[in-house]
DNA sequence: AATGAATGAGCGTTCATTCAT
DNA sequence: GATGAATGAACGCTCATTCAT
């Protein structure tokens, strides 16, 4: 009974932790990293300061814990398209296709500030730890998807990386002939997966 | 004489302007965007934080003005390695070899700073204006390397975005392997010039 | 129960933004509004400096409060002198009376601080604003006392007018024969209202 | 011919004191005297902000200075306006038409600001004794006008006081009937001084 | 467990004044 | 005599963190 009711507050506490972790992630989406305040977290959950120091040691583990929430999101949006299809060239179309529409929804503010939290915490030991652990959870789940297709796994990483590359490169201001985007890319996929 | 007395101060503070945002770009790499301050600059510098103000309307203009520095150090080390060939094929093989280069000598810390500026400073309008004019100077000189061997534009941009997003992932800790990367990078860009 | 509690805090914070305003409109009075700084506010208050902005938005918000205060004052000191007389004759003598014992007791720095407050605060479009309103409480409260023995109210506001006018004259350092300003003023308020 | 030199570059120098004096007073009537700076005075000059201080000791003088020129510049206004009549009767009527006029001509900055540059001073010892000196040579000599008028001196002070207060009263923002002012005041200065 | 008042170190910026040239 | 670069103390304001209740 008394591990019952421990365990009830645990989840409890966990379910708390979340929601927390959750508004602070939409302010820094929406904010930008360095301009959100513990202030705000605080009114937006709805709990007094003090309290988000219960839940977190300091604000950076905050980060941390909001961090792997995005991580979560976004492994969640690209596991859902990732095509099932059995025959290899109809999967082979569908990457081509899933990669079309992700660059097509760019800049994906989503992804964006996933990569400033990297950047920005690399002057942060600690801290750069455990986001770039977190990191290889989202990573990882797509270098596979393009295993099939390529000869070893670094190419998969550096098909990854192009890809991020572009969302980087439209959030930032360069100029992409909007409607060349898209069929560039199915050309440069298509010559490599050849 | 006059005007020479004027112009030789004119350059000496055209000079002290510059040893400015060449502290501040220092401290930019060393600490990150959003952890230097007036303060470093001008105790680096060897002057006080009011004088900084003589040279610099504002902590923007001087993030800007070292910002324009890094572009210009970027261009120039990348202007020193494009190649002069004059044959197709023999300057297909050298910027291979460019990259191969460049991606070898990452992290460099110069590029994911430059990233990191422009990514902390989109929620600020008018620096990021001003940034990404200098950016354009930087990659448009890159994109004409492509320029040659590939259909159009867009394709040039792509192939650029992922060099950089190679950099930034090698960065932020995606572990490469380490002998794999050249060849895997030489294998794609050779599939898609060819 | 917990509206209890609640009200009691609300009624201790109210307090306590008064306290720091009394402070403020101390240290107004006794070193002029534009030497005054928050840091002197904290310490006087004996809280941090911090502390003040969470009673006020800023300097500006302060300074509104203070000014409040003094105008208060005023509305008080005058309020207790206003003659509760019923015939006109005698209420006549009064108001005499009440600006002669006002007079004599200029300077009055109060007086002189609400003016100079005003004054400095013209280039401020949005401090002016709210000082005025709270202004026209103070004078509104005079005019009334006017109205009775003048043609208009026009005639009732250049007397205060002239009133406030001594008053800044005594204060600047304008020589008056002692023995000869109250004499007089009731020379001139009598011609007036006769 | 030592001396002549020497006369020569006194007046010079005279001529160039004047000279900033006059651009620190335009600065502090346009901007309020609190919000003007040493800068402003030099760029608007010409010169630069070290020749300020071979002029002037401290801006504490310049200010001095410039409130001198206001004065100056006040008692030639008035001067000009000075009824030359010799009738009472018509003396007593210019007098009137005379301060309709400057109330009418209200609110100007002028006078406000030289109230302004008083009342701010009144804090500081060494400045505030040498305006009063300045300012007691723009009044007297209104109080002179009104002298032949009423019984005392201080009668004419006070009704110079309420002058004033009035334009004090519409730079805060004291509504007025516009139409009804003058009337009013002609009614008032025609019931004392008949 | 939760509060929220309080802190205090730190930030970017301003400006009267000085002084080597 | 004139310069203008340099100073440095001060200012208003912010915010992550603490702690008595």
Request: aromatic share 14%; net charge neutral; charged share 30%.
């Given at each position: 009974m008394v591990s019952d009711t421990k365990n009830k507050k645990l989840i409890y506490k966990e379910k708390r932790r979340k929601e927390i972790a959750e508004n602070a992630l939409d302010l820094i989406l929406s904010k930008g990293l360095s301009n959100f305040t513990m202030d705000e977290v605080a009114k937006e959950t709805g709990v007094?300061?003090?309290?988000l120091y219960l839940y977190f040691d300091s604000k950076d583990s905050l980060i941390i814990t909001a961090f792997g929430i995005l991580v979560e999101r976004l492994k969640n949006y690209i596991g859902k398209l990732i095509p099932k299809e059995t025959s290899k060239e109809e999967k082979a179309k569908a990457i081509i296709k899933l990669y079309s529409k992700i660059i097509k929804e760019f800049p994906s503010d989503d992804l964006l500030r996933l990569f400033e939290i990297l950047i920005n915490s690399i002057h942060n030991k600690k801290r750069i730890k455990e986001l770039v652990e977190l990191f290889h959870e989202y990573y990882s789940q797509l270098f596979e998807l393009w295993s099939e297709f390529v000869p070893n796994k670094t190419i998969a990483i550096i098909l990854q990386a192009m890809i991020d590359g572009i969302g980087i490169y439209k959030s930032v201001g360069?100029?992409?002939e909007e409607g060349e985007l898209c069929p560039s890319l199915e050309f440069i996929i298509g010559k490599i997966i050849s």
């Open positions: 007094s300061k003090g309290t360069v100029d992409f």
